[in-house]
């Protein structure tokens, strides 16, 4: 029987898994961008909806302004002449066995919703959200009181080392672009209410959204769902978020600057970068492949044989690119005693030099393809984890077949393409190093 339930669980998996590679794609009536998968193989619908409403434009007096915006939707919402409190918003949630969310990061706001794909529960989860989004109300009250949780939050995560390592190696990543902002307390306390409702009815519209679908679902009942929803907001935004481009460092000005700041945590936190690609720069998977190698594969990475095998200089230690719309930054970080920052410092500067001027091996390049094929099943064994992949492919404006195409891709890299993609993207001489509780 154990046998059995393994076999099944693995068929199911593969059977979301291939029906991930077809996304179906065409522009709403009311102007949103669709992109659905069908999933048939379980009851359920995940949806999400994402708007240009980001925190890149938000005030320099009112930094959080659009994430504080995104998390009051829910708190309480003007449907037909009656107040939804939410207390019944959570309510009926539960009783429909639903889930629904709304959050903001630096470039979009988003809304998900998960339900059942009965009809029943389906179109009540479907009317609840529309009700939720057709006219929050933003109440000063449950304002001040979200107010006071970020404010207890920023105070908490300020006082740890790794939170002042991310703040101040954004601020020297990015610069004076918007991405190097973080709220304070006193920009949290200086938004106000009518600064939620304005900010909401000039940037949340149904043109231009981008709406992700992956589920029991076909696409005449997506249609109909979203009748209902975007009948529920504006037809277009009133403002267009503006975001400048991420500057590259000038690789004629070798910086190679060191910020150290004190702390009096155990360990040393450390993080090493510079701004690197975009996602859909080509040279895209050659530096997925070459990180790969460099410190995203785990123990068989080359920094953590040079820090952690060979001297013992740090429990774990990692490198990511992280790309999006915009170009992301290339990084590496660790933790290590505070006696020994510089020598590990020293090493992983070393380790990354040496691998942008050489390259992999050819054995490493060909482990790193395996095992990157090899994993790609885990990254849509779910529907949510179909929707995580498929609402960054519509947000970044990438090919439809991006999913059928990874492996594809992966196993297309050369040795000369990660060398040059790691030569022309990164400089070892031009990262900027953080390294909070400096000895």
């Known amino acids: 029987m154990k046998h059995l339930l393994v076999v099944i669980i693995f068929s199911l998996n593969a059977t979301v898994a291939q029906a991930s590679a077809k996304i179906n794609h065409w522009v709403h009536s009311s102007g949103a961008l669709v992109y659905l998968v069908e999933a048939r193989t379980i009851p359920m619908i995940d949806l999400q909806i994402d708007w240009r409403a980001g925190s890149v434009n938000d005030p320099k007096t009112q930094l959080g302004l659009a994430a504080m915006t995104a998390s009051?939707?829910?708190?309480?919402?003007?449907?037909?002449?009656?107040?939804?409190?939410?207390?019944?918003?959570?309510?009926?949630?539960?009783?429909?066995?639903?889930?629904l969310s709304f959050s903001a990061s630096a470039e979009r706001a988003s809304m998900r919703l998960r339900t059942l794909s009965d009809e029943k529960k389906k179109m009540a989860a479907i009317d609840l959200a529309s009700s939720v989004i057709k006219g929050p109300v933003f109440d000063s009250k449950v304002l001040k009181r979200e107010q006071e949780r970020t404010v207890s939050a920023i105070k908490e995560a300020?006082?740890?080392?790794?939170?002042?390592?991310?703040?101040?190696?954004?601020?020297?990543?990015?610069?004076?672009?918007?991405?190097?902002?973080s709220p304070t307390i006193k920009t949290i306390q200086a938004i106000k209410s009518e600064d939620l409702k304005r900010f909401y009815a000039s940037r949340y519209a149904a043109k231009g959204s981008k709406v992700t679908v992956v589920g029991d679902i076909?696409?005449?009942?997506?249609?109909?769902?979203?009748?209902?929803?975007?009948?529920?907001?504006?037809k277009e935004p009133k403002e267009q978020q503006k975001v400048p481009d991420v500057l590259r460092f000038d690789k004629n000005k070798a910086s190679n600057l060191i910020i150290k700041i004190p702390h009096d945590a155990q360990q040393a936190h450390i993080s090493m970068g510079m701004p690197a690609i975009a996602r859909k720069d080509s040279d895209y998977f050659p530096m997925?492949?070459?990180?790969?190698?460099?410190?995203?594969?785990?123990?068989?990475?080359?920094?953590?044989?040079?820090?952690?095998?060979?001297?013992g200089l740090a429990y774990s230690i990692y490198s990511y690119v992280a790309p999006?719309?915009?170009?992301?930054?290339?990084?590496?970080?660790?933790?290590?005693?505070?006696?020994?920052?510089?020598?590990?410092?020293?090493?992983?500067?070393?380790?990354?030099?040496?691998?942008?001027?050489?390259?992999?091996?050819?054995e490493d390049l060909q482990a790193a393809k395996n095992n990157l094929v090899n994993g790609f099943p885990l990254r849509i064994d779910s529907n949510r984890k179909i929707l995580d992949n498929v609402s960054s492919i519509a947000w970044n404006d990438l090919p439809l077949d991006t999913l059928d195409q990874w492996t594809n891709q992966l196993r297309q890299v050369t040795k000369d393409q990660v060398i040059a993609a790691f030569k022309k993207n990164l400089d070892v001489n031009q990262m900027v190093t953080v390294v909070v509780g400096a000895p």
């Open 158 to 181: 300020d006082l740890k080392p790794e939170t002042k390592l991310s703040k101040e190696f954004d601020r020297q990543i990015y610069g004076k672009h918007p991405f190097a902002d």
């Open 72 to 99: 009051m939707i829910d708190k309480g919402s003007m449907f037909n002449g009656r107040l939804i409190s939410e207390a019944e918003v959570s309510d009926r949630l539960a009783d429909l066995g639903a889930g």
């Open 324 to 362: 999006g719309r915009q170009i992301g930054p290339f990084v590496a970080g660790m933790q290590t005693q505070k006696s020994q920052a510089e020598l590990a410092v020293d090493v992983m500067k070393k380790t990354i030099g040496d691998f942008i001027a050489n390259g992999p091996t050819d």
């Open 288 to 311: 997925l492949v070459g990180n790969y190698i460099l410190g995203g594969g785990g123990f068989v990475s080359r920094l953590m044989q040079e820090v952690r095998e060979k001297r």
């Open 218 to 234: 076909g696409r005449l009942e997506v249609d109909q769902l979203l009748d209902r929803l975007m009948a529920s907001i504006p």
